[in-house]
């Protein structure tokens, strides 16, 4: 099982950034990050898949947030500027084996999950 350790979370003002790091025991196919806020269910951030290292954005990332990947340390990140309040959420790291697009934005796809880390963005 791949072991995932989040990091980078914090408290920070609108328009700041922030950059996340997820280090991973591996090389898994599929890395992803979710967010969760209060009272709300678990969304689809961002993804890279390791070996071809395409990635996609839900649309209210799309141009704000970078998620790269470290070969050398085995670790995925998620560069986070212009930071809003509604970005608030705690932020987790999940892995998966080869997904379809179709499948790629589904938590329930993912059979590895971090500890999160909390992202806090005062207005």
């Known amino acids: 099982q791949v072991q995932l350790v989040e990091s980078g979370g914090g408290l920070v003002q609108a328009g700041d950034s922030l950059r996340l790091s997820c280090a991973t025991s591996g090389r898994p196919f599929t890395v992803a990050w979710f967010r969760q806020a209060p009272g709300k269910e678990r969304e689809f951030v961002a993804v890279i898949w390791w070996i071809v290292s395409t990635i996609d954005y839900t649309d209210s990332a799309e141009g704000r947030f970078t998620i790269s990947r470290d070969n050398a340390k085995n670790t995925v990140y998620l560069q986070m500027n212009s930071l809003k309040p509604e970005d608030s959420a705690i932020y987790y790291c999940?892995?998966?084996?080869?997904?379809?697009?179709?499948?790629?934005?589904?938590?329930?796809?993912?059979?590895?999950w971090g500890q999160g880390t909390q992202v806090t963005v005062s207005s």
């Open positions: 999940a892995t998966a084996g080869l997904l379809s697009r179709m499948t790629l934005k589904d938590p329930a796809r993912y059979d590895n």
